[in-house]
Structure formats: structure tokens, C-alpha cells
């Protein structure tokens, strides 16, 4: 019997993929962002509130609130930490105003 759906390579290549220096990719990390962006804040909302809820989440670094753009900036020491604040507090309402979190890449 000749070689039906035997692994014979011929000229056609058939057989396995064998890793060589053209199929192998280089994949690149991207830096995981840290700073998170709270918009649409409550006139009312203070720094310590907005810290304390930051906190219960992880370490932060810094914490910059902009009072007349009704937003605040935040960084966290470690990525994880942004963004599970992100899917934590994204359209949460804090003193009667639902706040906008983004991930910010720096």
C-alpha cells in the first residue's frame, strides 16, 4: 500500500509544524496601567472619601483631585489593583452621582 495519511514529507510540506526562527512570534507586554481615572465625581465627594474607597482595593501612590473638572486621578502601586477598581467602581454612585473609572496608560 502506498502511504495514505502517513507522515511522509514530501515536496508539499505536509508533516508537522516544527518550530524555526520564521514561525516563532515575539510577543511584547505592554506595560499594565496603574492610574485610574475617576470622572463625573459629586461637588460634594472629598478627597478622604475617595480615598478610602481607593484603598479598599490596594496601595495607592498618589491621589490628585480636580475639583472644577469634577474628576479625580489616582495611582496604584500595582496594575492588578487599578484594574480591579476599574470593574469594582465603574458606574457606581457615590453621594448621588454615578463615576466613570478608566484605566489610564501611561
Keep these: 500500500m502506498h502511504g ?23 510577543v511584547e ?5 496603574c492610574v485610574v481615572s475617576v470622572e463625573g465625581l459629586s461637588s460634594s465627594t472629598t478627597d478622604a472619601q475617595l ?33 480591579a477598581f476599574q470593574q469594582k467602581f465603574h458606574r457606581h454612585m457615590i453621594d448621588l452621582s454615578h463615576i466613570n473609572v478608566a484605566l489610564i496608560v501611561e
Excluded: D, Y
Excluded at 508539499?12 to 524555526?20: I, S, T
Design 51 to 83: 480615598k478610602s474607597l481607593l484603598m479598599s482595593v490596594g496601595p495607592i501612590q498618589s491621589l490628585q483631585m480636580l475639583p472644577q473638572q469634577r474628576k479625580a486621578i489616582a495611582k496604584f502601586k500595582e496594575p492588578a489593583h487599578a484594574l
Design 4 to 26: 495514505r495519511g502517513r507522515g511522509v514529507a514530501g515536496p508539499m510540506g505536509r508533516g508537522r509544524l516544527m518550530p524555526n526562527k520564521q514561525n516563532l512570534r515575539v
Design 29 to 33: 507586554c505592554k506595560p499594565q496601567p
